[in-house]
C-alpha cells in the first residue's frame, strides 16, 4: 500500500499540547494507533505517562511489542511510566521500575492520587521533558469507573494539566462500541484531533477506513482515508491512502 504513514495526519506544530481523541470500533486495527504515537514520542524525546485502565500489564507490553515498543526496557531507562489502574483494582501487580499502583480506585480521589504521582516520583522528567500522556483506554476507565465519573475526571484532567503541563499531549483511546453515543460525542467535543476509524467485512477480505474528522490546522478539511496494517515494523506499520476529498 502506498500513502503515508499515520503520524503524517498531524502537523508537528500542532502535535505539542493537543488532545488527540482515536476512536475506533470493535473489530478495527487502529486500536494500535495510540501506541504507535507512543513509540514515535519516546523515540523523539518526549517521556511517556500511561494511564492503564485496560487490561493487564504484561498483555500491554505484548500489544506495545506489535509497533515495536520493548515496554520493560523503555521503563528500566525511564523513558516511560505506567500508572496501573487496572492493576490496582484486580490486585495484578507487577515488580516493573516506574510502574505505580494506587491503595484502590474510587472515581471520588482518583485524580488527588494521580497528582501524587505526577508531582512526587515523575516531577523531574515532566518538567524537563515534552510528555505524552495516553489514557489506555477511555472506554477501559468507563467500565473501572463509570461514564459519568469517567467524563467528569476527564474534564477535571484537562482543565488542571492544560496548566500544569502545557508541553504535553494527550492521547485519548476510545472503543465506541463499548461506551454510549452520547459518550463518543463528549470526548469527540473536547479534542483538538479527532481520528474515526472503521472495519468493513467483504468477501476479498476486511477493508479498514479511516476518518480525519477534526485538526486545529487552519486549513483542515474533513478527509477519508483507507487505512492498513502492513508487514513493516514501528512506525511505518501503520500506512493510509487518502481517498477524499
Known sequence: MSGMTV????????????????????????????????????DNGYFGVVSNYNIPIRAFIRKSK?????????LREGKMAIIDLFGTRYNSREEFPNVFYLDKVEPETLNPKIERIYQGPLREKLSTMPTLRVIYTLDGASILLGEENTLKLLNQTLAYRGLQLPNSTLILALNSDVVSKRFVAWVAGISDYVIKANSHFREDGIREYLYLISSPEEEFEPSAYSFKVTGEKGIEKLRVKKISP
Do not use: M, N
Not at 506489535?66 to 523503555?74: H, N, Q
Open 7 to 42: 503520524l503524517e495526519l498531524f502537523r508537528e506544530e500542532h502535535f505539542l499540547g493537543s488532545t488527540i481523541s482515536i476512536i475506533y470500533d470493535a473489530y478495527s486495527s487502529a486500536w494500535q494507533i495510540p501506541l504507535v504515537i507512543l513509540k514515535y514520542a519516546i
Open 66 to 74: 506489535t509497533v515495536s515498543i520493548e515496554v520493560e526496557k523503555v
